[in-house]
């Protein structure tokens, strides 16, 4: 398996591996010891096409050499470029599309008896988490509670590979939390495009009908039997994925600025699991450009949300994405996004260059593109921001204990083991004992980096307990 992308892509990997791995598969250590090759593919920034023409290129000698090797692409690459990825690479023998990563083995079946087959579909019938699942690190799992997006940013590909915004029922995220905390995962991370719209839909489906046990099923008790707000409440979700009993930590990505309500505020302050981090996508701190991306709120409404966050949680930490180049971005502009950077001092950022995605509005702006040389340019001045207030954050840190889950080993360091915060810091401390990855442990703080922190083992307070893996069904 070779994962591009975001983490709605990793958890879909995590599905299709746990469908290979039902089928009798196991993982392979390299491309050259592999009986198939899954690539899941990426489409959100420039570069994912040329980026897996490479590989493909690349793997065809392999094809030629082991002719029953096979080779499937997915992902939002594949939903978006379907057939055109057979007659570029005509050696692949599977395309599949987001909606139907549960097709991944019987469309290999079919592809070895009947030759090479795409199948994409424009709508999910199922969500992913009802398939099994193959995960990276069994004390930590996502949850998908939602899929494709409503909005339309103007830079933004994913409603169109991904889909109208559909929801899980409440009960069902819920007991599949349950699920998982029997086999041991003490932490969750709640993935959606915009996981406080979580339910729109749900309410929908509710027009004119009783509001009876399925009722609650679908939204959950509490919008049952509470005050009718227009949908469940995000909020009440994190606090009951976060009342089962054997979850410690709750996360979750990407509220929507213009979404963000003081109701999860409330549940991230209130509720102990729920983690102080918060990722709160800004794209630019110029109006101009965030009402050219339709992002529905000022810079000045975002700065609002941060102080109302952190009025309620004041140890917050708080992460951003943040777009240079969008077509029509002037020096002013760019200015102000390195004025609101630093005014709102974030704990970490993904910056990203705008790359035109076919088919969106801003992909029609071309007169109005930013020179290269000009975007590289503001790239590396907003990077200097964001290290200066990471660094500064980090520094605060100096001299606390802070609790961590132990990853395991750092990777570069093999004396060293590495453990995250809960604000979401990586700690590397040194492994003069044997901890479980999973353990829970109390580290105190020495030193800041950029990036990290160090740190040295004061006493571990939870051993991992997690179980043999076993896939998780949900009905
Ligand atoms: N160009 C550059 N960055 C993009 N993102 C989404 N689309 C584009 C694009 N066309 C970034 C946004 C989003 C993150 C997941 O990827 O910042 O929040
Ligand atoms: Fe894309 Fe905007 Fe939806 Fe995020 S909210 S997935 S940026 S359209």
Redesign the pocket.
Known sequence: MRTYG?QMNEHDSERIAGLLETDGLEEAESFDDADVIVLNTCC??ENADNKLYGQLGNLKKLKEERPDLQIAVGGCLAQKDRDVIQERAPHVDVVFGTHNVGRATDLLDQARVSGPVTEIIEESASFPSALPVKRDANHAAWVTIQIGCDNSCA???VPSVRGKEISRPYSELVSEVEQLALTGVTEITLLGQNVNSYGRDLTLKLRGTELTAEACQLVGENWVRGPHTARPLFSDLLCSVAAVSGIRRVRYTSPHPKDFRPETIAAMARVPEVCEHLHL?L?SGSDKILSAMHRGYTADRYIQKVVAARDEIPDLALST???VGFPGETDLDFERTLEVAAEVRFDNA?T??????PG?EAAESLEQAVPAKTSADRMERLRKVIERTSLKGNESRVGREEEVIVEGHSKRDNGMLSGRTRHNRLVHFPADRVIRPGSYAQVRVTEARTFNLIGELVEVTAKAKHRTRIPVVSS
């Not at 990203?352 to 995605?357: I, T």
């Open positions: 975001c959100i920034r830079f933004c590909i996508p794209q994405d943040i777009i993904y990203f260059v705008y790359s035109p995605r969106t």
